[in-house]
């Protein structure tokens, strides 16, 4: 059975930084995408950022040029660096993970971006 955990959220100042975490565990095939979708009080989830199987990137105009989404083949992980912060970032961040035409949603992490 394939889960994907997130990890790494937490409270941060803005301009600060964060790195997300999502692994993926029960599988040792890659993902034919994993992103990062974020969710705040009274919006919709809206997408992140997007790493598909050939390497390709996908970010929302509102992150462009701060967050970076990486491959840690190793671990079978993605991780989701977020620097320079806003409190508009702050939201529950959320994996998405597709094998095959199955999606694959982690339980989320909360992300506040505060003074």
């Known amino acids: 059975q394939v889960q994907v955990v997130e990890s790494g959220g937490g409270l941060v100042q803005p301009g600060g930084s964060l790195r997300l975490s999502c692994a993926a565990l029960?599988?040792?095939?890659?993902?034919?995408?994993m992103g990062w979708y974020r969710q705040a009080p009274g919006k919709q989830r809206e997408l992140v950022a997007l790493?598909?199987?050939?390497?390709?990137?996908e970010y929302s105009d509102s992150v462009k040029g701060r967050f970076t989404i990486s491959r840690d083949n190793a671990k079978n992980t993605v991780l989701l660096q977020m620097n320079n912060l806003k409190p508009d970032d702050t939201a529950v961040y959320y994996c998405?993970?597709?094998?095959?035409?199955?999606?694959?949603w982690g339980q989320g992490t909360q992300v506040t971006v505060s003074s």
């Open positions: 998405l993970g597709v094998w095959g035409s199955r999606d694959y």
């Open positions: 029960g599988t040792v095939f890659r993902a034919k995408s």
């Open positions: 790493l598909r199987r050939n390497e390709s990137t």
